[in-house]
């Protein structure tokens, strides 16, 4: 940006070569000019310029001296510093381009070359902090994504003497909108949902929320999972972009019969592990992905469950979480399957904790790029 | 005068600009001259070479080169600690502003 707005601070010890170059800025810029390397200090301190520039050798601070302070203590590392140098002085050019200065200006003067560049280093700058705004405020959002998806997380859990819910959840770096909740949809049945919203960011946190608005809403009017998950697609699938979309799993347990009705609209397979023989069962029965399609049938299922019974829902970021150092091989399904055999003895709150372990002993890290989230289901 | 013609050109100023700066220049540089003067009787060639490189700055900037070169070489002898013969090159600077104080003069 070429104009008078941008503001320049030039330190030039000599009183004529000083008012020469102020003279040259002054038509398109505001200048400010100092006499000497500390009055250059106090000087940008009070008007923080948008470029600085700098005469090498003054008495007393040169230069070099002045650069540094500037740089560590009052304009900090991005705004443009220019050295004024004899064209003969290739050492300290060298000097003050390894200090920082982002160019030099050989005297006498040429217009053109003042010009050029103080407009060129301005531009630079201007975009520079043009990205620090947006990045700060894509930090900003991206905190009240995270703020939203956290809302949205449940504090604590109805009381059931039937059902145990143990759970871990580790959200991304990235915000987005997974979520898990559990609620008593009429007094004995007990409902529990674990949701991943496709994508991160603000956006996917306020898909997230939507969900959440409308399954409390949905679930209080009827206890079918399946008539549940198809009414939210219903409103979902015009309010979301078309990119995007959800997966969910959604049970109902009857705590007087012990009967698990649920749809699984294309998440990840709960695990359901039997108490007699340790066998595990997929819950596979549902329908696709919530918000993609209008109009789409969701079928439910009923099974019969025992005390001792153990569901484990889980979302792809478990299962998709690259190996360390090599990010092509994923957890996958068979190894949290055979952990949760392996565990089968062991206390719920355990379990989750155990996996979560595994996962991070196995991609090296403890955080990921996509959340992970982990509710075990146990019926006591 | 074609030196305030080119340094008006160069530096993109009016040519009365350019001789209220040159003017400012020779007042700057007279006093400059005397302090040259002191450190050479001091011996104190850091001064000498410091001075110089002020005068030769500042009238390259206006594009007065047998000025600067003479500063420069000032500033050179200043730096290597040997003012041998500095009082001479200090005695033809002064020639020389003066001479450019007289053209000026004529300028109006």
């Known amino acids: 940006m070429e104009s008078s707005e941008s503001k320049i601070l030039l330190a030039e010890d000599h009183p004529t070569s000083r008012k020469l170059l102020a003279a040259m800025l002054k038509r398109n810029y505001a200048v400010v000019a100092a006499a000497s390397g500390t009055e250059a200090l106090e000087l940008a301190a009070e008007h923080k310029p948008d470029l600085v520039l700098l005469d090498i050798m003054m008495p007393g601070m040169d230069g070099f001296q002045a650069l540094e302070k500037l740089r560590a203590d009052i304009i900090g590392p991005t705004v443009p510093v220019i050295f004024l140098t004899a064209r003969e002085d290739t050492e300290s050019r060298e000097k003050g381009l390894e200090a920082g200065a982002v160019d030099y200006i050989t005297k006498p003067y040429d217009r053109q070359e003042l010009a050029i560049k103080v407009k060129n280093h301005l531009a630079l700058y201007e975009a520079q902090k043009k990205i620090e ?9 991206m905190e009240m994504a995270s703020q939203l998806q956290r809302s949205l997380l449940p504090q604590e859990f109805p009381h059931s003497d039937r059902l145990n819910f143990s759970v871990v959840y580790k959200p991304s770096s990235r915000a987005s909108g997974d979520f898990y909740d559990v609620v008593e949809v009429v007094p004995g049945r ?48 015009d309010l979301i972009p078309d990119m995007d979309f959800l997966t969910v799993f959604y049970g109902i347990v009857d705590a007087e019969t012990l009967e698990l009705t649920f749809c699984n ?25 919530i918000g993609a399609f209008p109009g789409v049938p969701f079928d439910e299922e009923t099974v019969s469950l025992q005390p001792g019974d153990r569901i484990l829902l889980y979302t792809d970021g478990v299962t998709e979480s690259g190996k360390r150092n090599d ?37 090296g890290k403890d955080t990921f790029d996509d959340d992970v989230s982990l509710m075990l289901v146990t019926i006591e | ?71 420069a070489e000032i500033e050179k002898r200043g730096k290597q600690g040997n003012l041998g ?24």
């Open chain 1, 190 to 237: 007990i409902g529990f949902v674990q949701v991943d919203v496709s994508g991160h960011g603000v956006r996917s946190a306020i898909i997230g929320a939507m969900f959440k608005m409308a399954f409390q809403s949905f679930a209080k009017e009827q206890i079918s999972p399946a008539g549940v998950l198809a009414k939210i697609n219903e409103e979902m699938v």
């Open chain 1, 133 to 141: 705004e947006n990045n700060r405020i894509m930090a900003q959002e």
């Open chain 2, 1 to 71: 005068m074609n030196v305030l013609e080119d340094a008006a050109r160069s530096l993109g100023l009016d040519q009365d600009e350019v001789l209220d700066f040159m003017k400012d220049f020779v007042e700057h540089t007279r006093g400059d001259i005397e302090n040259l003067r002191l450190g050479l009787q001091g011996g104190d060639a850091a001064a000498v070479a410091e001075k110089g490189h002020s005068i030769k700055g500042a009238a390259l900037n206006l594009y007065l080169s047998d000025i600067a070169s003479a500063a």
């Open chain 1, 265 to 289: 609209a294309a998440h990840p397979r709960p695990f359901l592990q039997r108490n007699g023989d340790g066998q595990i069962v997929e819950l596979a029965a549902g329908g696709t992905l």
């Open chain 1, 327 to 363: 990010k092509s091989t994923m957890y996958g399904e068979e190894r949290l399957k055979r952990l949760f055999r392996e565990r089968r003895g062991t206390e719920p709150g355990a379990v989750v904790e155990t996996i979560l372990r595994d996962l991070e002993s196995f991609s």
């Open chain 2, 85 to 108: 013969g500095v009082e001479a090159l200090v005695t033809s600077l002064e020639q020389n502003v003066n001479e450019l104080a007289s053209r000026l003069t004529d300028q109006g």
